[in-house]
Nanobody, 124 residues
Framework: QVQLVESAGGLAQAGGSLRISCAVSGSIFGVNAMGWYRQAPGKQRELVGIISSDGSTNYGDSVKGRFTVSRDKAKNTVHLEMNSLKPEDTAMYYC??????????????????WGQGTQVTVSS
């Protein structure tokens, strides 16, 4: 089965930095995109940053210039470097991967997979 395993989040002070990672495993034939979304209590899930197979990136407006998403293709791992953190960055962060994968003898093309989430808390 395809699995997305996120590293532990953490607690940081405003202005500080954190880095989280997510590793994908399973019968994977192609990684189309990997990245991160987040959801704060009472709010909708929103895009943080995504990196496509060609290396192009897309970020949510609220994190542009502060967060960087990168990918280790050989390890099927995506990282999120978070700098200049703000209390409003506090949320559950979810790893997302769009994959071509084999599961239960079925080939899934452009299928979205999610991690379980990792908590990031920023204190003021």
């Amino acid at each position: 089965q395809v699995q997305l395993v996120e590293s532990a989040g953490g607690l940081a002070q405003a202005g500080g930095s954190l880095r989280i990672s997510c590793a994908v495993s399973g019968s994977i034939f192609g990684v189309n995109a990997m990245g991160w979304y987040r959801q704060a209590p009472g709010k909708q899930r929103e895009l943080v940053g995504i990196i496509s197979s060609d290396g192009s990136t897309n970020y949510g407006d609220s994190v542009k210039g502060r967060f960087t998403v990168s990918r280790d293709k050989a390890k099927n791992t995506v990282h999120l470097e978070m700098n200049s953190l703000k209390p409003e960055d506090t949320a559950m962060y979810y790893c997302n991967a769009n994959l071509d994968a084999l599961e239960d003898s079925w080939f899934h093309r452009n299928a979205d997979y999610w991690g379980q989430g990792t908590q990031v808390t920023v204190s003021s």
